[in-house]
């Protein structure tokens, strides 16, 4: 009590030394930064329906659970033990976990500007108090090394640092620890966290560098928070220790993109979230130090992204296995990786390219990620979050409480109250006017104070009235951002393209008189004198567009995609014919009406058309109805139950997958010796490509191993059965599954009693193809497989059908 005392008192003057400096920070602060500089999401205040609820929920939801998550899961116990206010062995799963503290105290830190929460701001004193606490007199902070530094996480290394290149994440936590501490110090004032990090990064400055240690970090983020520190505190030395930890990587592997000098690099490869705080870090580098090299390799990497690599949601990273990128226009839709975290990442990298470069193809690229792979990470109810977000399922995805690597949700503590600090960027007289909210903005531009009012209902409608109260008379620009979806241009690249051109133009006004304006790097530039009560009408018109990939892109041949306005849209299963989606069929010239419906998902447009269902019959016919198209948008999927959902409606007949014909394994309920959703998979019909398919769902035993397990079906009615064909899945010597070791088929007899059928044929274990077993015919109501499996693997399986 007596040290929150203390610190309640200095905060009077710690609060007058903060806004002074923030205040200076834009306007001079160090010699070389971005050449057009952010308005503080302090000066921005949100009065709309979509963002200013979702920020209020994540302060009353998303913060408490996810700290409440942090004492359950022990990762606040974990300082407690390092700072031996209490004993114990280490508590939480992996070394990073640290880091999730840092990210809620920033997240905390930004929220409290908008929602001022006494009991809130002391929780987050109470933690810092412990981080303080956890710190090793030379600055050392890693609770993993300080509770206990005989009986460390595999991962960690002997000595301090000695295992960062690969997995202890050591300057990872503490690159989370100083954007936390900037946060923390620009949004109260005060430097009890800001205090512990700048002792932090003196002691990473004392131990690497030239002739010191030359490590580079295993998973970047530290070169962001070191250009943050050297903002806030002028000391050159936190500049020069960021562009060293860029420089040094070399040697290693694309997943953490240390394949070769970063300057060199010019394809966007390995770990998503890892690339994309990198970028993030060479930008702030480029602007900082004035050095091109790292702005032409991020803008040779970002050019690889939106040709070959960026989903239409604006996810990235398309696969699971390394959590990132994969061939070029290799952009599976079911298995698509799209880690919350790399879509937050994408945005915070787009940003500051935009500051460097003021080109509005970033915002383009922002705002498609924001609006949709980002916010499809968290329920509407914010307590819910998506750590993969695939553009397609069959009803095996759903979002989680939490989870032990728990990166995304407290990422997206920490996102989304900074979303307001995204709106608006200013450079000399040029205000920039970035994305389209309800709102409030108090602006120092060039000098001269600015009150500039946003009324809109976007996303949902286009029409955005600007009202200017300019203090003084005067003259300056206003740079709005014409949407390149409102100029016919779905993204920067030919990597996806709207089916047909659009025909209402976009319109804008200046006090009731229609404006020609010129667009300047995909901004409309208005000049003029501005008085107060000045009105500017935008008018971004949003019909329902088609969105067709580059035939390069698989995945999505004979397909289209829905967008209205900046949301992606997808068709699921509680609005549309029997709960199916994956079985729809678009007309080649579909019309599209509109309809707001505000009881649905609290409150969203709906698209709707016309749409043939197709299914199979049981004589291998396809079988059509029509019917009515229900799409919504795809950040609000899976808050209502799992089920089907897609992004990619078929509109070409070779693309549409008709529903599984009514087969005894369909018609079947099924059960297993380890339940999952994916048993989904043995009945679907849905044929993999290969035995090691990851595009297809697949069952699997993974991590048993040498164990008899069993999978059953138990027919709709009794029926008489030969014969029965199994495919199976085996991801190869490196992955957990092969074929098993054995197999047998066996049948309910009238007394319920399991007797094994009499095979005429092997029980194969193929790969690559289905294996078929025949067997003397028994009239039964349910089969039950047996599988053996290997001694040192797992064992899988894509389909089972019997006949
Ligand atoms: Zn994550």
Same mark, same amino acid.
């Given at each position: 009590?007596?040290?929150?005392?203390?610190?309640?008192?200095?905060?009077?003057?710690?609060?007058?030394?903060?806004?002074?400096?923030?205040?200076?920070?834009?306007?001079?602060?160090?010699?070389?930064?971005?050449?057009?500089?952010? /308005?503080?999401?302090?000066?921005?205040?949100? $009065?709309?329906?979509?963002?200013?609820?979702?920020?209020?929920?994540?302060?009353?939801?998303?913060?408490?659970?996810?700290?409440?998550?942090?004492?359950?899961?022990?990762?606040?116990?974990?300082?407690?033990?390092?700072?031996?206010?209490?004993?114990?062995?280490?508590?939480?799963?992996?070394?990073?976990?640290?880091?999730?503290?840092?990210?809620?105290?920033?997240?905390?830190?930004?929220?409290?500007?908008?929602?001022?929460?006494?009991?809130?701001?002391?929780?987050?004193?109470?933690?810092?108090?412990?981080?303080?606490?956890?710190?090793?007199?030379? @600055?050392?902070?890693?609770?993993?090394?300080?509770?206990?530094?005989?009986?460390?996480?595999?991962?960690?290394?002997?000595?301090?640092?000695?295992?960062?290149?690969?997995?202890?994440?050591?300057?990872?936590?503490?690159?989370?620890?100083?954007?936390?501490?900037?946060?923390?110090?620009?949004?109260?004032?005060?430097?009890?966290?800001?205090?512990?990090?700048?002792?932090?990064?003196?002691? /990473?400055?004392?131990?690497?560098?030239?002739?010191?240690?030359?490590?580079?970090?295993?998973?970047?983020?530290?070169?962001?928070?070191?250009?943050?520190?050297?903002?806030?505190?002028?000391?050159?030395?936190?500049?020069?220790?960021?562009?060293?930890?860029?420089?040094?990587?070399?040697?290693?592997?694309?997943?953490?993109?240390?394949?070769?000098?970063?300057?060199?690099?010019?394809?966007?490869?390995?770990?998503?979230?890892?690339?994309?705080?990198?970028?993030?870090?060479?930008?702030?580098?480029?602007?900082?130090?004035?050095?091109?090299?790292?702005?032409?390799?991020?803008?040779?990497?970002?050019?690889?992204?939106?040709?070959?690599?960026?989903?239409?949601?604006?996810?990235?990273?398309?696969? @699971?296995?390394?959590?990132?990128?994969?061939?070029?226009?290799?952009?599976?839709?079911?298995?698509?990786?799209?880690?919350?975290?790399?879509?937050?990442?994408?945005?915070?990298?787009?940003?500051?390219?935009?500051?460097?470069?003021?080109?509005?193809?970033?915002?383009?690229?922002?705002?498609?990620?924001?609006?949709?792979?980002?916010?499809?990470?968290?329920?509407?109810?914010?307590?819910?979050?998506?750590?993969?977000?695939?553009?397609?399922?069959?009803?095996?995805?759903?979002?989680?409480?939490?989870?032990?690597?728990?990166?995304?949700?407290?990422?997206?503590?920490?996102?989304?109250?900074?979303?307001?600090?995204?709106?608006?960027?200013?450079?000399?007289?040029?205000?920039?006017?970035?994305?389209?909210?309800?709102?409030?903005?108090?602006?120092?531009?060039?000098?001269?104070?600015?009150?500039?009012?946003?009324?809109?209902?976007?996303?949902?409608?286009?029409?955005?009235?600007?009202?200017?109260?300019?203090?003084?008379?005067?003259?300056?620009?206003?740079?709005?951002?014409?949407?390149?979806?409102?100029?016919?241009?779905?993204?920067?690249?030919?990597?996806?393209?709207?089916?047909?051109?659009?025909?209402?133009?976009?319109?804008?006004? /200046?006090?009731?008189?229609?404006?020609?304006?010129?667009?300047?790097?995909?901004?409309?530039?208005?000049?003029?004198?501005?008085?107060?009560?000045?009105?500017?009408?935008?008018?971004?018109?949003?019909?329902?567009?088609?969105?067709?990939?580059?035939?390069?892109?698989?995945?999505?041949?004979?397909?289209?995609?829905?967008?209205?306005?900046?949301?992606?849209?997808?068709?699921?299963?509680?609005?549309?014919?029997?709960?199916?989606?994956?079985?729809?069929?678009?007309?080649?010239?579909?019309?599209? $009406?509109?309809?707001?419906?505000?009881?649905?998902?609290?409150?969203?447009?709906?698209?709707?058309?016309?749409?043939?269902?197709?299914?199979?019959?049981?004589?291998?016919?396809?079988?059509?109805?029509?019917?009515?198209?229900?799409?919504?948008?795809?950040?609000?999927?899976?808050?209502?139950?799992?089920?089907?959902?897609?992004?990619?409606?078929?509109?070409?007949?070779?693309?549409?997958?008709?529903?599984?014909?009514?087969?005894?394994?369909?018609?079947?309920?099924?059960?297993?010796?380890?339940?999952?959703?994916?048993?989904?998979?043995?009945?679907?019909?849905?044929?993999?490509?290969?035995?090691?398919?990851?595009?297809?769902?697949?069952?699997?035993?993974?991590?048993?191993?040498?164990?008899?397990?069993?999978?059953?079906?138990?027919?709709?009615?009794?029926?008489?059965?030969?014969?029965?064909?199994?495919?199976?899945?085996?991801?190869?010597?490196?992955?957990?599954?092969?074929?098993?070791?054995?197999?047998?088929?066996?049948?309910?007899?009238?007394?319920?009693?399991?007797?094994?059928?009499?095979?005429?044929?092997?029980?194969?274990?193929?790969?690559?193809?289905?294996?078929?077993?025949?067997?003397?015919?028994?009239?039964?109501?349910?089969?039950?497989?047996?599988?053996?499996?290997?001694?040192?693997?797992?064992?899988?399986?894509?389909?089972?059908?019997?006949?």
């Amino acid at each position: 009590m007596q040290i929150m005392h203390k610190t309640a008192v200095l905060i009077s003057f710690c609060m007058a030394f903060c806004l002074i400096t923030a205040f200076s920070y834009a306007q001079s602060g160090t010699s070389k930064d971005y050449p057009i500089q952010p /308005v503080s999401f302090t000066k921005v205040k949100l $009065t709309d329906n979509f963002w200013a609820p979702r920020i209020k929920l994540n302060h009353d939801v998303t913060i408490p659970i996810a700290l409440q998550q942090c004492y359950i899961t022990g990762r606040v116990e974990n300082f407690k033990i390092a700072g031996k206010l209490t004993k114990g062995k280490f508590q939480s799963e992996y070394p990073f976990d640290d880091s999730d503290i840092y990210k809620i105290i920033e997240g905390a830190s930004y929220s409290l500007q908008t929602n001022p929460d006494p009991y809130l701001e002391k929780r987050i004193d109470t933690l810092i108090y412990y981080i303080g606490l956890a710190q090793e007199p030379d @600055g050392y902070l890693y609770t993993n090394r300080t509770i206990d530094s005989l009986h460390m996480h595999p991962w960690v290394g002997k000595k301090r640092w000695e295992n960062d290149p690969v997995l202890s994440h050591e300057l990872y936590n503490l690159g989370h620890l100083y954007e936390a501490a900037y946060a923390h110090f620009l949004a109260t004032g005060k430097r009890t966290l800001l205090n512990i990090a700048i002792k932090s990064a003196n002691l /990473v400055d004392h131990d690497f560098g030239p002739g010191k240690l030359s490590y580079y970090p295993g998973h970047q983020v530290i070169e962001m928070g070191l250009a943050k520190l050297y903002r806030i505190t002028n000391e050159e030395k936190y500049l020069k220790l960021s562009k060293f930890f860029l420089d040094c990587r070399r040697g290693g592997s694309e997943y953490n993109q240390a394949n070769k000098p970063v300057i060199e690099q010019d394809k966007i490869v390995g770990h998503a979230v890892r690339a994309t705080y990198m970028y993030s870090g060479m930008a702030d580098v480029s602007a900082l130090t004035g050095e091109v090299a790292y702005k032409n390799a991020i803008d040779k990497i970002w050019e690889d992204l939106l040709k070959t690599k960026y989903y239409i949601t604006g996810g990235i990273g398309s696969g @699971g296995d390394n959590e990132g990128f994969g061939a070029p226009y290799y952009l599976p839709n079911m298995s698509a990786y799209n880690e919350t975290c790399a879509s937050i990442s994408n945005v915070m990298w787009n940003f500051r390219m935009f500051l460097l470069e003021g080109d509005s193809k970033f915002y383009d690229v922002l705002e498609r990620t924001l609006y949709n792979s980002l916010l499809s990470g968290i329920s509407l109810s914010a307590d819910h979050f998506f750590y993969p977000n695939p553009l397609e399922s069959q009803g095996q995805h759903s979002r989680s409480t939490w989870f032990g690597c728990a990166c995304c949700p407290s990422n997206i503590c920490r996102f989304i109250p900074s979303m307001p600090g995204y709106v608006y960027a200013q450079k000399g007289d040029d205000l920039f006017v970035n994305l389209f909210v309800n709102s409030t903005a108090n602006i120092v531009l060039n000098g001269k104070k600015v009150v500039l009012d946003q009324k809109t209902d976007y996303p949902w409608n286009g029409k955005v009235e600007f009202t200017l109260k300019p203090e003084k008379a005067g003259k300056f620009n206003l740079m709005i951002r014409i949407p390149g979806w409102a100029q016919d241009q779905a993204v920067p690249t030919d990597l996806y393209h709207f089916s047909k051109k659009s025909t209402n133009p976009v319109t804008l006004t /200046v006090n009731g008189k229609a404006y020609q304006y010129i667009l300047k790097n995909g901004y409309a530039q208005v000049e003029g004198n501005w008085k107060s009560g000045d009105k500017v009408i935008l008018d971004l018109p949003m019909p329902v567009r088609e969105i067709v990939a580059n035939e390069k892109v698989k995945a999505d041949i004979g397909k289209v995609a829905l967008q209205r306005g900046p949301l992606v849209y997808c068709a699921e299963w509680p609005d549309n014919k029997d709960g199916h989606v994956l079985n729809l069929l678009l007309n080649q010239n579909s019309s599209f $009406t509109t309809e707001f419906r505000p009881q649905l998902l609290n409150g969203v447009t709906v698209i709707k058309s016309e749409v043939t269902s197709a299914s199979w019959t049981k004589d291998n016919k396809i079988q059509e109805s029509k019917g009515e198209l229900v799409a919504i948008p795809y950040f609000a999927w899976a808050n209502r139950g799992a089920g089907e959902m897609s992004v990619w409606l078929a509109n070409q007949k070779s693309a549409s997958k008709p529903l599984p014909a009514p087969t005894i394994a369909y018609t079947s309920k099924i059960s297993a010796s380890t339940k999952s959703k994916a048993l989904m998979a043995l009945n679907d019909q849905v044929e993999p490509e290969n035995s090691n398919d990851h595009n297809v769902i697949y069952y699997h035993w993974w991590p048993k191993k040498n164990s008899l397990e069993w999978i059953q079906y138990d027919f709709a009615k009794a029926e008489k059965v030969s014969s029965s064909k199994v495919y199976w899945f085996d991801d190869g010597p490196f992955g957990g599954c092969r074929v098993p070791a054995s197999w047998r088929i066996l049948y309910k007899d009238a007394n319920g009693s399991w007797i094994p059928v009499k095979n005429i044929t092997g029980y194969g274990v193929d790969k690559d193809k289905r294996n078929e077993v025949k067997f003397e015919p028994v009239e039964t109501a349910a089969l039950k497989m047996e599988i053996q499996l290997p001694k040192d693997n797992a064992s899988g399986m894509y389909e089972w059908s019997v006949k």
